[in-house]
């Protein structure tokens, strides 16, 4: 903590002269918002990537009539190469990353009116599954530096009642593994990772989603691993993956015919097709090289953003040793920026050509939560007191007042060049230089 206090001071320093060389330069130009020449008029990398292995790969799945999981071969292989690309024991493919999440609290036995620690900082899928359990999503506020779940602050949400963990690396940054894990052992809770927005990420050398008991994943479009829909469960416990598996097949389990009806519990179909399977290991072949650029990209522009007055990037936890950078998320100090307010600051430099997103409302504060919570399902498990106790309990204003300050660009921005990376720095540093103008316009 204090080599990392001392060097943001000694960032600081340096930048102040930094802008003040290149801010006389930059003045010249006007943003485009008052009429400038915008700094890009080209857009950013495409999104999804695809060519004739993908053509080729649908193809065979179309051609061999094969389309379902218990007909084919295609699943089977992406599982077992997903598995060996992250080092877990076990995968299950999925139809999506939220039926990955929803199937792993049912193999749990996360049971009505449970509850379940979550961080407020994340795709609301995270919350809905524990709902669709009707346990209770139990909020424990973000740490602002990194935009993950406060781990230091989980021990004290835990209750009997508490039955499971999930922290989410969000934007494919770890959230903190080491403390977080800790916890969990020292009060025998099971911590799912949802590492929807984590492929390829790392903690400590080993793959995000294979640290806790369960790691989930998503293949929908916007994530880095596409597939329009899908995601996939890791697992280290030949239990757990059985119980999974039988939850994802309407309780079936794994059998050598279709025509076995024995079941080993309830269940639901959340399988995947062999169409998105056959599309992810087309997929995969790109995954490294791209996971590389974002890398490389990602690191030069938080070199160049940190420079800037009241730009503060996310900052990565020490033992986060590979961010996936599904997002790059930075907080906007509008007091460096003569008091311009977040969305004109994104609407001025969306006008530059860079596109922004003020990214996510605080999830703990959504109206239809407290109604989900009121409704006859859940009244049977959680009297009226609860809910107001919960109401109380579920105050996040580090969560609150990032939400005020975030600012995200998309994963496929850092797929291009470093002069990509410059001119987002550049339109920064326009709009700063015009701040109190464009506050005005
Ligand atoms: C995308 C996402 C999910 C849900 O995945 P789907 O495949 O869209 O169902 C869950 N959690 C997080 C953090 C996500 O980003």
């Not at 700094?39 to 379902?68: D, H, I, M, T």
């Not at 959230?175 to 894990?181: E, K, R, S, Y």
């Not at 079941?263 to 072949?285: D, I």
Request: charged content about 25%; hydrophobic content about 40%; overall charge positive.
């Amino acid at each position: 903590m204090a080599s990392h206090l001392s060097r943001r001071k000694f960032l600081g320093a340096a930048s102040t002269a930094a802008t003040t060389a290149i801010g006389a330069v930059r003045v010249a130009e006007k943003p485009a918002l008052l009429g400038g020449k915008p700094v890009r008029s080209e857009p950013f990398p495409a999104w999804p990537k695809f060519n004739s292995v993908e053509e080729k790969a649908l193809l065979e799945v179309l051609r061999s009539g094969k389309w379902f999981r218990g007909y084919g071969q295609q699943v089977n292989r992406f599982e077992q190469a997903y598995a060996r690309l992250t080092g877990a024991r076990h995968c299950l493919a999925t139809a999506n990353g939220t039926s990955a999440l929803f199937i792993c609290l049912n193999a749990l036995g996360v049971a009505p009116g449970d509850e379940v620690i979550v961080p407020p900082y994340t795709f609301v899928a995270t919350i809905n599954v524990v709902l669709l359990m009707h346990a209770i999503p139990v909020f424990v506020d973000t740490d602002p530096e990194t935009f993950q779940i406060d781990a230091r602050k989980i021990e004290a949400a835990i209750t009997p009642r508490t039955t499971a963990i999930i922290p989410v690396h969000i934007g494919g940054s770890a959230a903190d593994l080491d403390t977080v894990l800790a916890v969990a052992r020292k009060h025998k809770l099971p911590v799912i990772e949802d590492a929807c927005q984590a492929h390829l990420g790392e903690w400590r050398g080993r793959k995000l989603g294979t640290l806790g008991d369960t790691g989930c994943f998503s293949f929908q479009a916007s994530k880095n691993l596409n597939s329009g829909e899908g995601g996939a469960i890791l697992t280290d416990s030949d239990e757990l993956i059985e119980r999974c598996y039988a939850f994802h097949n309407n309780g079936r389990g794994r059998r050598a015919t279709s025509y076995d009806f024995s079941y080993h519990s309830s269940g639901h179909n959340l399988r995947m097709t062999e169409f998105q399977a056959s599309l992810l290991m087309a997929q995969m072949t790109r995954l490294e090289e791209q996971a590389r650029t974002r890398d490389q990209n990602g690191a030069y522009l938080t070199s160049l953003l940190r420079e800037i007055p009241g730009i503060r990037p996310a900052r990565v936890y020490e033992g986060c040793t590979r961010n996936a950078y599904h997002l790059y998320m930075f907080r906007y100090l509008k007091e460096h920026f003569a008091g311009l307010p977040r969305a004109k600051f994104l609407k001025a430099l969306r006008a530059e050509g860079i596109p922004a997103s003020d990214g996510y409302r605080p999830l703990n504060r959504e109206p239809f939560l407290k109604q989900t919570l009121s409704s006859r399902a859940f009244r049977a498990v959680m009297p009226p007191e609860r809910l107001s106790q919960w109401q109380e309990r579920n105050q996040c204003p580090e969560n609150d007042r990032l939400c005020e300050e975030a600012v995200w660009f998309t994963q496929n921005m850092l797929l291009g060049t470093r002069r990509d990376m410059e001119q987002i720095a550049e339109a920064i540093r326009k709009i700063q230089s015009y701040a109190a103008e464009l506050a005005k316009a």
